[in-house]
Structures are given as C-alpha cells and as structure tokens.
C-alpha cells in the first residue's frame, strides 16, 4: 500500500545540536515531496519541496533535506538546531499521478529542544 | 499579503447537531482542500475544489460530510448529525493553480460532546 512513514514519534535534542527527522516512502514512482512544521496553535507552514533535480533541497530556517531514490527516503536535517524549532513536523508526499495535489502526510514527529 | 483565514477558531457542539465551518482562502487562488487532523495524527485529505467544482471528494468519509465553494473563493464545509468522532482539527489550504504549493489555514478545532 502507498504510505508515508516517520519512525520517529518523539526526538529531543539539545539546543545547538544537529538534527535529523525521518521520513520514507512506499510509493511506485518517485512522488513529490514536502515537508511542513506545525507549531502550537499555527498552521502548517512548508520548510522545503521536491520535485525533480539536486536531491539535496534547501529549505528555510536553516533546514535542508536529502532525496535518496535507492532508499526511498526524504529526511530532514539542521546542523544546529535553536529552541524556536520546537514543534510538530510532518512529511508528506504528492503521487506522481496528476489530477490534484492532495497531500498524504506522515503521522509526524515531535521535536523537544532543551536549553 | 492575507494568508488563509479559517473561522471559527473553536466549535463546540453537541452530538447531533449541525456544523458549518469556513475556509477564506488566498485571493485568486483557484485551488481549495480540506483536510482532517485527528489527535496525534497527520492531516487527512477530505476534498479538493478546483474552482467552484468538487474535483476530487473521496476523502469525505461519509455522507454526513458536505462541502461547497459556490462563487469560487469561499468554501463551507458542513457535517450532519455530528458524531463524537468527528472531533479534530479542519484544516484548510488553498493554492494558485492545482499544482502549487499549499498554504494552510490556522485551522477550526471542532468538539463533539
């Protein structure tokens, strides 16, 4: 079945330290590929996209993240991470089969950072 | 410029009842979706506008769910006889095109008590 996985439902790192959330797919085609972060009472904003070319994607806030076909696999990273990136950040994914961009999201991982 | 709007913020009803919830999306965008975020749960799809039509509603997950986007800009979503598993959080998003990047509203936190 088609799906979006994030193993990871909860992290916490320190601030300052490196950051990576996972993301994998099981789709027949390369999708496209997003990720979002939602913080408390926000909505969803998009970090970063991808369609097709450099498989490395930067992102704002300081986030990039990195297509792997032969894993199917898009994950998050930061090198330093602040306090301010605490939140809720979900994958999601757009087969590549036209007619609409409805996106499948991932269940999400929580991200703590401690001071 | 406005980002997408979403109203009421908080609904609380009872079990039975009727709700309509409101997505104000980015002016001229022509794409509208909504999505369902149950607790500790990803967004789920429940339907796409393009325009004023329904171009895809398969994520409605019963008949009790309707929506509509009559002139194109503002959409309505409304539940039926409300059930207390309809609680969670309506997001909506709209986007220039259906092939854009999706801007997500704050989102209606729905409680069915």
């Known amino acids: 079945a088609q799906s979006v996985t994030q193993p990871d439902i909860h992290i916490t790192v320190s601030e300052g330290a490196s950051l990576e959330l996972r993301c994998n797919y099981s789709y027949g085609a390369t999708p496209y590929l997003f990720w979002y972060v939602q913080s408390p009472g926000q909505g969803l904003q998009l970090l970063l996209k991808?369609?097709?070319?450099?498989?490395l994607v930067q992102g704002i806030k300081g986030f990039e993240a990195e297509f792997k076909r032969s894993q199917s696999s898009f994950n998050l990273r930061k090198p330093s991470v602040h306090w301010s990136d605490a939140a809720e950040y979900f994958c999601a994914v757009v087969p590549f089969t036209g007619g609409g961009n409805k996106l499948t999201f991932g269940t999400g991982t929580q991200l703590k950072v401690e001071l | 410029g406005a980002g997408v709007s979403q109203t009421p913020s908080n609904k609380v009803t009872e079990k039975g009842k009727y709700v309509e919830l409101r997505c104000d999306p980015i002016?001229?965008?022509?794409?509208l979706y909504w999505y369902r975020q149950s607790l500790g749960q990803g967004p789920e799809f429940l339907i796409y506008f393009q325009g004023t039509g329904a171009a895809d509603d398969s994520g409605l997950p019963n008949d009790r769910f309707f929506a509509v986007r009559p002139e194109g800009s503002v959409s309505t979503l409304k539940i039926q006889r409300t059930e207390r598993g309809d609680s969670a959080v309506y997001l909506c998003?709209?986007?220039?095109?259906?092939?854009?990047?999706?801007?997500f509203g704050p989102g209606t936190r729905l409680t069915v008590l």
């Open positions: 002016s001229g965008h022509t794409a």
């Open positions: 998003a709209s986007s220039q095109g259906d092939s854009g990047t999706q801007y």
């Open positions: 991808y369609f097709s070319g450099d498989t």
